[in-house]
């Protein structure tokens, strides 16, 4: 027997996933201009994803988390860009 994993499931973890990679770079780097680009950079990967995994709503759920993480990313580097 076959089992195979559904397009929503993966987009949901590859959004959630980036959005972990993403917020982790965001406070280890030093870079203001590679925080921002790498934030905008995940809301557009989080956005595509949660087109994908908006079938179930536990995959939806993962995706949106995602999205949040990469917000919150793209959030620390204009706060350090406008106030550093």
Same mark, same amino acid.
């Given at each position: 027997?076959?089992?195979?994993?559904?397009?929503?499931?993966?987009?949901?973890?590859?959004?959630?996933?980036?959005?972990?990679?993403?917020?982790?770079?965001?406070?280890?780097?030093?870079?203001?201009?590679?925080?921002?680009? !790498?934030?905008? %950079?995940?809301? +557009?990967? =989080? #956005? &595509?994803?949660? /087109?994908?995994?908006?079938?179930?709503?536990? *995959? @939806?759920? !993962?995706?949106? %988390?995602?999205? +949040?993480? =990469? #917000? &919150?990313?793209? /959030?620390?580097?204009?706060?350090?860009?406008? *106030? @550093?």
């Amino acid at each position: 027997m076959q089992h195979t994993i559904s397009t929503p499931k993966i987009a949901g973890f590859i959004s959630l996933i980036i959005g972990i990679v993403t917020a982790a770079f965001a406070f280890i780097s030093d870079s203001t201009e590679a925080k921002i680009l !790498m934030g905008a %950079a995940s809301i +557009f990967a =989080s #956005l &595509v994803s949660i /087109v994908f995994a908006r079938k179930t709503t536990e *995959n @939806l759920q !993962m995706a949106v %988390a995602g999205l +949040f993480l =990469s #917000l &919150v990313a793209c /959030v620390v580097g204009l706060w350090q860009y406008y *106030n @550093l």
